[in-house]
């Protein structure tokens, strides 16, 4: 019987009895072949004024790596963006610092990504001010400027990761990408 269902397939012109996943036209997608991982750089201390300013500078190495052994993946651009909550508004994001770095991936290669140090000043009591460190995305595009991967520790700004670019580092943002008044 199961003979007769494998000769059956094949002369139906089914390859495989798995159920295919989404693949691009041209092979499988970045998505389903590369793993990134961010792994951040911290160092938060102690700084300034009064004893309990805080000084947090921040920066990522990003590793991607390819799973598949034939395709590659060349010509394609990483941004990474980091983000940090405003103290005085919750609803407040300010873009703290964006990196850009031409990525290509041979079969079965590795690449990294060192990403710029940003710092952010702040205090949660008493003289409140200044943001917090909060979260990252990154996008992945090809050669052609087509967004192809997004990636976040928040996943509320996967929904707007392919207008991040529009955005100007140091000015602060909600989470729909609208402009924010903060008071420093």
């Known amino acids: 019987m199961r003979t007769l ?3 059956t397939a094949l002369i139906c012109g089914v390859t495989s009895a798995r159920p295919a996943y989404a693949q691009g036209p041209g092979g499988p997608t970045f998505e389903q072949r590369v793993s990134i991982e961010a792994v ?4 938060n201390r102690v700084k300034g004024g009064d004893f ?3 000084l947090d500078r921040i920066s990522f190495v990003v590793k991607f790596k390819n799973t598949d052994i034939k395709q590659a993946f ?3 651009k990483a941004e990474f963006y980091v983000f940090a909550q ?7 994001y300010q873009l703290l610092g964006v990196d850009r770095s031409d990525i290509s991936l041979p079969p079965l290669g590795t690449a990294e990504m060192s990403t710029a140090e940003v710092s952010t000043r702040y205090d949660t009591t008493g003289a409140i001010f200044g943001a917090k460190y909060d979260s990252w995305v990154l996008v992945v595009r090809d050669g052609a400027g087509k967004m192809i991967f997004k990636k976040s520790s ?7 990761a392919d207008k991040l670019s529009t955005l100007s580092t140091g000015k602060y943002y909600d989470h729909d990408l609208k402009e924010q008044n903060v008071r420093l």
Not at 40 to 43: E, F, K, L
Not at 86 to 92: Q, V
Not at 154 to 160: G, K
């Open 86 to 92: 405003s103290i005085m508004n919750r609803k407040a």
């Open 154 to 160: 928040n996943t509320q700004w996967q929904a707007v």
């Open 52 to 54: 309990d300013d805080k």
């Open 74 to 76: 060349t010509g394609c």
């Open 40 to 43: 951040r750089n911290r160092i």
């Open 5 to 7: 269902l494998l000769l």
